[in-house]
């Protein structure tokens, strides 16, 4: 593999941020407001404090319409003015557009009225809203001259970096905590880049992977590349108001990880607002985590304005972060907009995934069953009006995590190739689907 250097020439950052196609201006941190060029960094020097993306809005405001952006790619690239991007040389892998399903099974299910669900379980190309980020970052990583791109990840990233390099020619390695799912191992292996299982987890791995990129000059999507690869998360704010009918929800509810995700969905919507895209109006952040991996919600239901990390300990992997980099950030959130963070236990998980396949047909990975879960006690603890719009976020596909349902659901009837041996198995189903019923009944 070829190493390039972790800082490309400041020659060839200002040249691209200075490219006529260019809305942002470089980079700001977000706790003391230093700026910097639109290298690939994340940390501010001073006070440690995460780096953002500067857009000139009055830019973007002249460029862009509800027409402009119909009239553009059917991918997250329909929204490039508002992507840390500088030129047209784009990564697009159909990353994006993905369905907005009105779920009126689920909401009668629930006891609501209105309730869509995004379903990001058929993302292109690997199937998660990961594509989304990546196709960001590897797309400003290869402005910045990189040739060489990784990550730190619990699954879903590494496949997306992997892929979509693969598609771009850019070489790539992956690190990994040694005990994921096997399909989301298969998952990155298949792309053929170099993975890295570690002994340890997530935040483990994190921590090698920024002396790695120090020492190697990589680059690393969510570390170096982080202040570009957060911003396609935004695409999940456009895409749903664009869906709605170019307006705002009244309440998102959202997986919690690093707090990324659920920051951005609310950065997409303020900037819509920001451009005259949308009406604005009050929209309610709700989030979703697994109670063996809570510091998010834990530090919430406290009161508290800081994250105490813990040791992750859940089937929900892809969520397990137990020192999330936005947590601050996601709290602020929730309770700006008269939102909750609440968490649910593995098998209220496994009964989320079983409840959205069964009513609306949508197989989700672990994240997905914490957040219909997280979904289904909001709204019985009174907290999801039953008139409002709500918007479900479901971010990975559970053909990934297979195993978090082994045992929890049916399996095939097995029969001779005879109709007598059918007929016989069938009223024994129809039976024990009567039986089943009426213990639920009572």
């Known amino acids: 593999m070829t190493s390039t250097a972790s800082n490309p020439t400041a020659t060839a950052a200002t040249n691209y941020s200075a490219d006529r196609h260019a809305n942002f201006n470089g980079l700001k941190c977000k706790e003391c407001g230093t700026e910097y060029e639109a290298k690939a960094i994340h940390v501010c020097e ?15 405001a002249e460029k862009v319409s509800r027409e402009s952006i119909k009239e553009g790619p059917i991918s997250i690239w329909r929204y490039r003015e508002f992507l840390p991007v500088a030129t047209d040389d784009y990564i697009d892998t159909s990353t994006g557009m993905t369905p907005l399903l009105k779920a009126n099974r689920l909401a009668r299910r629930l006891g609501i009225k209105e309730l869509y669900i995004k379903n990001d379980a058929v993302n292109m190309p690997t199937l998660s809203f990961k594509d989304r980020v990546v196709s960001v970052a590897l797309s400003r990583a290869r402005e910045l001259g990189f040739s060489t791109v990784s990550c730190a990840s619990t699954g879903n990233l590494a496949n997306s970096t992997a892929a979509i390099a693969a ?7 992956v690190f990994i905590p040694a005990d994921l799912e096997a399909g989301k191992v298969l998952g990155t292996l298949v792309y053929a880049p170099k993975v890295f299982a570690v002994q340890g987890n997530y935040d483990q791995v994190n921590r090698l992977c920024s002396e790695v990129a120090n020492t190697h000059g990589w680059g690393f999507v969510n570390i170096n590349l982080r202040p570009y690869y957060s911003e396609g998360s935004k695409t999940l704010g456009f895409e749903v108001a664009e869906q709605l009918g170019w307006k705002l929800p009244d309440h998102i509810v959202a997986p919690l990880a690093s707090g990324s995700l659920y920051t951005k969905i609310y950065k997409g919507f303020q900037e819509f607002v920001k451009v ?7 929209v309610r952040f709700s989030g979703a985590q697994a109670e063996g991996c809570s510091p998010i919600a834990q530090a919430f239901r406290e009161g508290r304005d800081f994250i105490a990390p813990v040791k992750p300990k859940t089937i929900a992997k892809s969520i397990a972060i137990g020192n999330p980099a936005d947590g601050v950030y996601a709290l602020d959130i929730a309770r700006k907009t008269n939102g909750n963070i609440e968490s649910v236990n593995d098998a209220e998980i496994v009964e989320g995934m079983k409840l959205l396949a069964e009513t609306e047909g949508v197989f989700t990975e ?16 009174g907290k999801i009006n039953p008139d409002e719009t709500t918007v479900v976020y479901i971010t990975g596909n559970g053909l990934k995590t297979q195993e978090a349902v082994q045992g929890y659901i049916g399996e095939p009837l097995q029969i001779e190739p005879k109709l007598d041996s059918f007929e016989r198995a069938f009223e024994r189903s129809l039976t024990l689907d009567r039986l089943e019923w009426q213990t639920v009944s009572v």
């Open 167 to 173: 598609h771009a020619g850019l070489d790539c390695c």
């Open 276 to 282: 005259g895209l949308v009406d604005d109006k009050p």
């Open 366 to 381: 672990t994240a997905g069953g914490t957040t219909i879960a997280v979904l289904k006690k909001l709204v019985e603890a």
């Open 46 to 60: 001073l006070c440690f404090g995460p780096l953002e993306v500067v857009y000139d809005y009055e830019a973007i």
